[in-house]
């Protein structure tokens, strides 16, 4: 019996991905790329996990790669457009008869590759990148188009191994494309909280919520928070790798509150941790502000971001407009992985391990 559909929710939610950057995708055409296209690479995607031979070599995934083994048997993949939220419809995506394709990429945030075995669903999502300052829009069609290649920097895998080595390899020999893993410094992690708890903090109107709705919104929202330290410290006991720093929903408006504090009498535009950083000085002894000091990991109610290059978005809280404080903060944030993934070199060294 195949997996239950979970297409009411849209496919970037309340799943752990695995992150990595990728090279623009060679598609020789100066047309964007629609459905009736994707719909041809995912039958040959199709033939490839199914074993068949491509270009005379067998290259399907064989019998010793035991994780798809206790998957079952193969039931569809699909290769399609991903809809920009506000216009995701609830549709049966493993229907790959369906050739309604007229769509265009140009006015959809990427696309979604879906594997569908007898007891599991994988899933690979391409997303665009954004023009600078637009959060709303995709970036410009145009860019990339005239010289045939299309831009998809950000690549969100939710696929064991041997699977998602088969659908790098694919991108690679029939895209020409190139894909690495995505890591994190401390100081994105950090900045991308920081920046999660000013967005949710700022009503629709646009103005800075009062202390009482913030405190609110941010027990509501982020909920219990934990921050995961580890150390760069070549002599250090083996016993002490790394340190989980938990935070209580109740406390949160109260460190956010001393960090401003703290702002206010000096530089400083991260309230949360300078607060942080001075308590666990005073109650540890510890400076997370030395460089040796590494924040590996953020973790809340509304995403957990890791530096090793995975992340988990929870489904936003929708505003009777459809358009929440939540909602525009989550944007941000993965509009700015995408940022990321467009701005660094490919590195040999981070694979797709």
């Known amino acids: ?16 991905f695995s992150l990595y950057r990728i090279s623009p995708l060679f598609t020789s055409s100066s047309l964007p790329l629609n459905d009736v296209a994707l719909h041809q690479h995912a039958r040959r995607f199709r033939d490839i996990l199914a074993g068949e031979v491509l270009r005379g070599v067998r290259v399907g995934l064989g019998p010793e790669d035991n994780v798809l083994a206790r998957v079952g048997a193969l039931h569809t993949v699909t290769w399609k457009l991903l809809p920009e939220e506000e216009a995701w419809a609830v549709e049966d995506e493993t229907d790959i008869g369906n050739d309604d394709t007229t769509i265009s990429l140009a006015i ?16 690979a999502i391409l997303l665009r990148a954004r023009q600078e300052g637009r959060v709303d829009e995709t970036v410009d ?51 991308t909280f920081e920046k999660y708890l000013s ?24 909920k219990e928070t934990a921050v995961f330290l580890s150390f760069d410290l070549p002599d250090a006991s083996a016993s002490l790798k790394t340190i989980d720093i938990q935070i209580a929903r109740e406390d949160l408006p109260k460190i956010i509150t001393m960090g401003k504090q703290i702002g206010k009498q000096g530089p400083g535009g991260n309230p949360f941790l300078d607060a942080l950083t001075i308590y666990i000085k005073a109650h540890l002894a510890l400076n997370i502000a030395d460089e040796r000091v590494k924040i590996v990991r953020v973790a809340c109610g509304a995403f957990v971001l890791g530096g090793e290059g995975r992340v988990k978005i929870t489904q ?21 992985l995408i940022s990321v993934a467009s701005g660094g070199a490919l590195s040999k060294e981070d694979g797709i391990s």
């Open 141 to 191: 069609s145009a860019m990339g188009e005239h010289d045939g290649f299309q831009h998809f920097p950000l690549l969100l895998s939710k696929m064991p191994g041997p699977l998602r080595e088969t659908f790098v390899d694919y991108l690679s020999t029939t895209f020409d494309a190139r894909v690495s893993a995505l890591r994190l410094s401390s100081t994105h992690l950090t900045d």
């Open 199 to 222: 967005d949710i903090s700022i009503g629709e109107d646009g103005e800075v919520l009062d202390v009482a709705e913030r405190s609110r919104s941010l027990r509501n929202v982020i």
């Open 316 to 336: 936003p809280l929708n505003a009777p407009d459809g358009d929440s404080p939540q909602s525009r903060a989550t944007r941000r944030l993965v509009n700015d």
């Open 108 to 123: 959809n945030r990427g696309m979604l590759v879906t594997v569908t075995y007898e007891k599991m669903a994988y899933r």
């Open 1 to 16: 019996m195949a997996p239950e559909s979970t297409n009411q929710q849209y496919p970037l939610y309340n799943t752990t």
